[in-house]
């Protein structure tokens, strides 16, 4: 049986990304069973031979109504399924999903019957949000960095920009590569529509979200850019922790070194 990928170099690398990216998260300890999702919006890839595809599966509801995401093609991570197969077997663990033209509901078109993630509804808000608002961002990805999650442990850092800033402040490149910070959501319930309303409202301003005592929510370019920005924060956690582990709380980049850094890269302010 062919894939939907066979003989599409340019589909099967942007699927490749998603699969080396669901490894790492295993890797690190941060896709526990079923762990995190990753959603990456295929359509510039589709051609007209995918849009011929039959569906294998019934319509299902999204459970919004998404305008800007008409005939949009998504792959996406399989409800139930493991970081860590996906990482070996992205299309037995993962599905190809077109929207259909009431842009509320989707079927299935490759290469197996995968239902996506129970997720989906608050992955696919968000694209219809980057759409809308003209972005280049095309992937999602949710998982639980464990250091980045003990730290929502502490009420100090649920507050307004204070992990960010304390995460910018332990070393240069996390200002560089994460210049918009970390925003924090606090406790909804996984899954809820209240959580995926206040993710989207986060990510007005920031390109990497906390959901407390739960996991991150990020999105960029591709699958492996939204996983560099967050292995980029928890990297300043560790180094937090590790500090403190010494004995000692760390001085951290001043508020004017970091000035300096968003001067010299550029950076958002």
């Given amino acids: 049986m062919n894939s939907i990928l066979t003989n599409r170099p340019l589909l099967a690398a942007e699927v490749n990304k998603v699969a080396e990216v669901a490894g790492y998260l295993w890797q690190k300890g941060w896709a526990e069973r079923n762990g995190g999702n990753i959603t990456v919006n295929i359509t510039e890839y589709v051609d007209e031979a995918i849009q011929a595809m039959p569906a294998i599966s019934e319509a299902k509801p999204i459970g919004a109504t998404l305008p800007h995401l008409k005939g949009c093609y998504f792959y996406c991570k399989g409800t139930n399924k493991r970081m860590r197969d996906l990482a070996r077997w992205p299309m ?3 599905s190809v999903i077109r929207i259909l033209d009431d842009c509320a509901s989707y079927v299935i078109i490759a290469d197996q019957p995968v239902q996506p993630t129970s997720e989906l509804p608050s992955h696919l808000s968000v694209h219809n949000q980057l759409i809308a608002k003209g972005s280049p ?3 999602s990805v949710h ?3 464990i250091e980045l999650i003990a730290m929502t442990h ?5 507050e307004k920009d204070v992990a960010t ?4 402040s332990m070393i240069p490149e996390t200002k560089a590569f994460c210049p918009r910070g970390l925003g924090i959501i606090p406790y909804k319930l996984p899954s809820s529509v209240e959580l995926a309303g206040a993710t989207m409202r986060e990510l007005e301003d920031y390109d990497v979200v906390m959901w407390e005592k739960h996991g991150v929510f990020a999105v960029d370019v591709d699958a492996m850019a ?3 920005q ?3 924060l928890n990297k300043s956690a560790l180094i937090y922790i590790a500090a403190k582990n010494m004995g000692f709380e760390p001085d951290g980049m001043s508020q004017l070194q970091m000035q300096e850094m968003s001067v010299a890269f550029n950076l958002p302010k």
Avoid: E, M
């Fill in 92 to 94: 037995a663990n993962g």
């Fill in 230 to 232: 967050i292995d980029v």
């Fill in 143 to 145: 998982t639980h960095p």
């Fill in 154 to 158: 502490c009420p100090k850092y649920l």
């Fill in 226 to 228: 939204a996983f560099d």
């Fill in 165 to 168: 800033n304390l995460l910018w």
């Fill in 137 to 139: 961002y095309k992937a």
